[in-house]
């Protein structure tokens, strides 16, 4: 047996074994791991996984949603806990959902991969079935331009752990740099309706491209580099100017594939550079109703605080947009411009709360704090 099934099959246990089995219906392997793309590599004998591992947890009844959701969390820390302290460096997610909301989902990227590489390995094994049969076409542009946005402030956390941290991961850094490439193609691909799930498909495809104000032959080299590098990982080694410059490059790659997707998305005629025009475009494009909703589920967040917003400086951003929006695009100008830019931005993120009660904190470290409070975990 692979010791990434072996992994899994401890995750599998571990959940089995401290979790009430009764409120599960079926449990399901997701992710890279589903996919059959983790990236495991073999450091003096022992293993070192740089892909999470990823569990969605279908419950019986939707009354014990809020319990399931916080119990799985818990058991998840703790195995990624476990899992440190063993050396192995494993992150766990179990995401929990419903069989009502299986039957509802919507076209989107992680639809179609749930239901086409999901795995279900305990309970109703028929369960997938439930999600309605979409076509990858169908999957709108906005999900794609979601997973940018995600992906940016991603880079923002990297940057950060690359920069304040004395001993970081440097094997880590430079997964997450190659992850960054990977995802600007799946991206790119699906915001043209050609969803593939091989990246080195992907690569050629890109390469056969000629796109306005892309560097498609570039961004083909680096997908088809770490393509490969997910099939047959090697050990990398850079010294901490090298992968901040590896870092500073792949930035390069996501400013390009924004600025590109915001235009013709916001059906700009003539090209339009200035990202804070762009942002005001966004704000218009985007519906009053999805801005109503995201601010009712903002005001219901079981983990915002009172003190953690002002109702007087949250009125003028309700009409503006949405709280993941907001979040969004600080966390554009925080990963793609400086500072000339960003003092104009900050005052468009909806929780003003300090992480870690630090007195002074810049804008990577507020945008990073929102967006893991309320798009993340949200």
């Not at 992710?31 to 003096?44: D, T, Y």
């Not at 293993?47 to 969390?73: G, H, P, T």
């Not at 956390?157 to 440097?170: A, G, H, M, R, V």
Request: aromatic share 14%; charged share 25%; net charge positive.
């Amino acid at each position: 047996m692979k010791k990434s099934e072996e992994i899994i099959n401890q995750c599998l246990d571990f959940l089995l074994a401290n979790a009430d089995k009764n409120l599960i219906e079926s449990i399901i392997l997701t992710g890279s791991f589903a996919r059959g793309e983790e990236v495991v590599i073999c450091f003096k004998d022992n293993l070192k996984f740089f892909s999470d591992i990823e569990f969605l947890i279908i419950i019986k009844d939707s009354l014990d949603f809020k319990y399931a959701k916080n119990k799985f969390k818990e058991l998840a820390k703790d195995f990624t806990e476990k899992s440190a302290e063993s050396g192995s460096g494993i992150d766990v997610t179990f995401g929990v959902s419903t069989i009502e909301v299986l039957k509802k989902m919507k076209p989107r990227i992680f639809t179609y991969e749930l239901k086409n590489f999901g795995k279900v390995l305990w309970g109703n094994k028929t369960i997938l079935d439930c999600i309605p049969l979409n076509n990858n076409r169908d999957i709108p542009v906005e999900d794609a331009m979601r997973l940018l946005f995600n992906r940016m402030i991603e880079q923002l956390i990297n940057y950060q752990n690359i920069i304040k941290t004395e001993s970081f991961d440097t094997e880590s850094a430079l997964y997450q740099i190659g992850k960054g490439y990977l995802d600007i193609a799946k991206s790119f691909m699906v915001f043209r309706s050609m969803y593939e799930k091989n990246y080195l498909k992907m690569s050629e495809i890109i390469n056969g491209l000629t796109v306005n104000n892309l560097d498609t032959k570039g961004l083909s080299a680096q997908v088809k580099y770490w393509a490969i590098f997910k099939t047959s990982p090697v050990e990398l080694k850079k010294t901490k100017k090298e992968i901040l410059d590896e870092w500073f490059r792949l930035a390069n790659y996501f400013r390009q594939m924004w600025l590109w997707q915001s235009n013709i998305y916001l059906k700009q005629k003539i090209w339009v550079d200035n990202p804070l025009r762009l942002i005001k475009l966004y704000f218009v494009k985007e519906p009053k109703m999805n801005k109503f909703k995201g601010w009712i589920r903002f005001f219901m967040h079981p983990y915002l605080k009172r003190k953690d917003f002002s109702l007087i400086r949250i009125l003028p951003l309700f009409v503006l947009a949405s709280p993941e929006r907001l979040i969004h695009l600080s966390g554009v100008m925080a990963y793609l411009y400086d500072d000339n830019y960003n003092n104009s931005i900050t005052e468009y993120l909806p929780v003003f709360s300090n992480p870690q009660n630090k007195t002074q904190v810049d804008l990577k470290e507020k945008v990073i704090y929102n967006w893991q409070l309320f798009v993340k975990e949200g």
